[in-house]
């Protein structure tokens, strides 16, 4: 699977756990999960390169608990699994 196949699956699944998802122009610099009035967001710079959009999402979601119940390809679980070390 390519970056962008990883990047749909990844942003898919922090949608499926509740994750609300930004893709904005942040001036390259990544992105970041946060809590914005009380609710988990997703920022990924749209203008960073792929690699680093696919990196800022396996780190946000790397580790969470929600995503025990989901289905996870296993490309894409081998990825968070790295995130998370």
């Known amino acids: 699977?390519?970056?962008?196949?990883?990047?749909?699956?990844?942003?898919?699944?922090?949608?499926?756990?509740?994750?609300?998802?930004?893709?904005?122009?942040?001036g390259g610099e990544g992105g970041s999960l946060c809590r914005l009035r009380g609710k988990w967001v997703l920022f990924v710079d749209a203008g960073a390169d792929m690699a680093d959009q696919v990196a800022v999402a396996a780190e946000a979601l790397a580790g969470r608990r929600e995503l025990d119940d989901?289905?996870?390809?296993?490309?894409?679980?081998?990825?968070?699994?790295?995130?998370?070390?």
């Open 70 to 85: 989901c289905y996870i390809k296993p490309q894409v679980r081998e990825l968070l699994e790295q995130a998370g070390k």
């Open 1 to 26: 699977m390519d970056n962008k196949g990883l990047l749909a699956e990844l942003l898919d699944l922090a949608e499926q756990i509740g994750i609300e998802v930004r893709q904005v122009h942040l």
